[in-house]
């Protein structure tokens, strides 16, 4: 990376300028910009436009994050990923439940987009581009099944557990939300132990295992870079974060739409780059790398963000609820059931991929039959 020239990274990372020429416009005009919502094609501009430049930083955070993970190798790299896209997760929701009207259930329903999206719409892509072109692939099923054997557990603790607590609204109480925050955080860093020291080969392709220190040597600078460039991109998004949630506020509060829908944006926000680093890896046949990241997305989704958020909701007094109802509650355990029989074998193929995208379009179904 050294041997780059300026003008050459200036070229290469251009969208940087787009991200921080929009977060100074809105610092400096956004009381003005955000005055006309409720004009349609003018919330149709603003939206489009925060949503493009926010989607656009996300997507070179994966492309430095997947730079980086060349130089640290598997599974490092999905590591430095799924930290950096949950960060992003973690900041946009906290900036939407902060702004306007208090909407409890925004945090379960991006979470359960989240997962939708990735076990059902990601996965089933994944599986479908990478079985038709190769028929068959394999990925070590020792990993699948560590990350499944976490994923569920939780997933079960605080998307389902609610619904059965003694609250009435259902949600929790202070000892509960302590309780699921520390056990959703334990075991996410117990999880992150077993993957980098004790059962690392768990989480490589076969064919990875003598090839993991061959290019080590010499990454220091080229790591620094990408990790900079990584921190760039990521800086802008904290602040139009903030900004997002003014026209997604309006449509939901204002607009009468479906409560879920800001969390499905919230969710195609965080889960597409992800999306297409999983695709691509499947398609180049290196499926140990695409279920590193659509099951690691999930696990720091659920690990990470939901101590985040019952932390921010304590500090700010803005109370969350967790548990799924009626067709989500459903569609969620039967996902769960899907991805287990799916990565029961260690060998995938396209009718699994099918299987997960049928889920995935009757969750959208079912959305918008309120």
Same mark, same amino acid.
């Given at each position: 990376?050294?041997?780059?020239?300026?003008?050459?990274?200036?070229?290469? !990372?251009?969208?940087?300028?787009?991200?921080?020429?929009?977060?100074?416009?809105?610092?400096?005009?956004?009381?003005?910009?955000?005055?006309?919502?409720?004009?349609?094609?003018? @919330?149709a501009?603003?939206?489009?436009?925060?949503?493009?430049?926010?989607?656009?930083?996300?997507?070179a955070?994966?492309?430095?994050?997947?730079?980086?993970?060349?130089?640290?190798?598997?599974p490092?790299?999905?590591?430095?990923?799924?930290?950096?896209?949950t960060?992003?997760?973690?900041i946009?929701?906290t900036?939407?439940?902060?702004?306007?009207?208090?909407?409890?259930?925004?945090?379960r329903?991006?979470?359960f987009?989240v997962?939708?999206?990735?076990?059902?719409?990601?996965?089933?892509?994944?599986l479908?581009?990478?079985?038709?072109? #190769?028929?068959?692939?394999?990925?070590?099923?020792?990993?699948?099944?560590?990350?499944?054997?976490?994923?569920?557990?939780?997933?079960?603790?605080?998307l +389902?557990?609610?619904?059965?607590?003694v609250?009435?609204h259902?949600t929790?109480t202070?000892?509960?939300?302590i309780?699921?925050?520390?056990?959703?955080?334990?075991?996410?860093?117990a999880?992150?132990?077993?993957?980098?020291r004790?059962?690392?080969?768990y989480f490589?392709?076969?064919?990875?295992?003598?090839?993991?220190s061959?290019?080590?040597?010499?990454?220091?600078?080229?790591?620094?870079? #990408?990790?900079?460039?990584?921190l760039?991109?990521?800086?802008?998004?904290?602040?139009?974060? !903030?900004?997002?949630a #003014?026209?997604i506020?309006?449509v939901? !509060?204002?607009?009468?739409?479906?409560?879920?829908?800001?969390?499905l944006?919230?969710?195609?926000? +965080?889960?597409?780059?992800?999306?297409i680093?999983? +695709?691509?890896?499947a398609?180049?046949n290196h499926?140990?790398?695409?279920?590193?990241?659509?099951?690691g997305?999930?696990?720091?989704?659920?690990?990470?963000?939901?101590?985040?958020?019952?932390?921010i909701?304590?500090?700010?007094?803005?109370?969350?609820?967790?548990?799924?109802?009626?067709?989500?509650?459903?569609?969620?355990?039967?996902?769960?059931?899907?991805?287990?029989?799916?990565?029961?074998?260690?060998?995938?193929?396209?009718?699994?991929?099918?299987?997960? @995208?049928?889920?995935?379009?009757?969750?959208?179904?079912?959305?918008?039959? +309120?």
């Amino acid at each position: 990376m050294t041997r780059l020239g300026f003008p050459r990274i200036v070229r290469r !990372e251009w969208f940087l300028a787009i991200s921080a020429a929009t977060a100074l416009v809105f610092l400096l005009y956004g009381p003005r910009l955000l005055d006309g919502l409720d004009r349609p094609l003018w @919330l149709a501009v603003i939206f489009g436009w925060l949503f493009a430049v926010i989607l656009g930083s996300a997507l070179a955070v994966v492309r430095h994050a997947e730079h980086l993970g060349e130089q640290l190798g598997e599974p490092y790299g999905t590591l430095v990923l799924t930290l950096s896209i949950t960060t992003i997760e973690v900041i946009s929701i906290t900036a939407i439940m902060l702004h306007g009207a208090n909407n409890p259930t925004l945090a379960r329903d991006t979470l359960f987009a989240v997962t939708m999206i990735v076990l059902n719409g990601m996965v089933g892509l994944s599986l479908l581009v990478g079985g038709w072109r #190769h028929r068959e692939q394999q990925y070590n099923l020792q990993g699948a099944n560590a990350y499944l054997a976490v994923v569920i557990p939780l997933g079960i603790l605080a998307l +389902v557990m609610p619904n059965y607590t003694v609250d009435p609204h259902k949600t929790l109480t202070l000892a509960q939300e302590i309780f699921l925050a520390v056990i959703c955080a334990g075991l996410y860093i117990a999880f992150i132990g077993l993957q980098t020291r004790r059962h690392r080969d768990y989480f490589a392709a076969v064919e990875d295992h003598d090839e993991s220190s061959s290019e080590v040597q010499g990454g220091a600078k080229r790591s620094t870079f #990408h990790a900079l460039l990584l921190l760039a991109y990521m800086v802008p998004v904290v602040y139009l974060a !903030e900004k997002l949630a #003014h026209p997604i506020d309006y449509v939901v !509060e204002t607009m009468g739409k479906p409560a879920a829908l800001a969390g499905l944006v919230m969710a195609v926000l +965080v889960a597409t780059p992800e999306g297409i680093g999983a +695709v691509r890896a499947a398609r180049g046949n290196h499926m140990q790398r695409s279920v590193n990241i659509f099951l690691g997305s999930v696990l720091s989704t659920i690990g990470l963000t939901i101590p985040a958020i019952l932390i921010i909701s304590q500090l700010t007094a803005h109370p969350i609820e967790l548990g799924l109802q009626h067709t989500d509650l459903v569609l969620f355990l039967l996902t769960l059931t899907v991805s287990l029989v799916t990565f029961s074998s260690g060998h995938t193929n396209v009718l699994q991929g099918a299987v997960h @995208l049928i889920l995935f379009a009757a969750y959208l179904f079912y959305m918008f039959q +309120v």
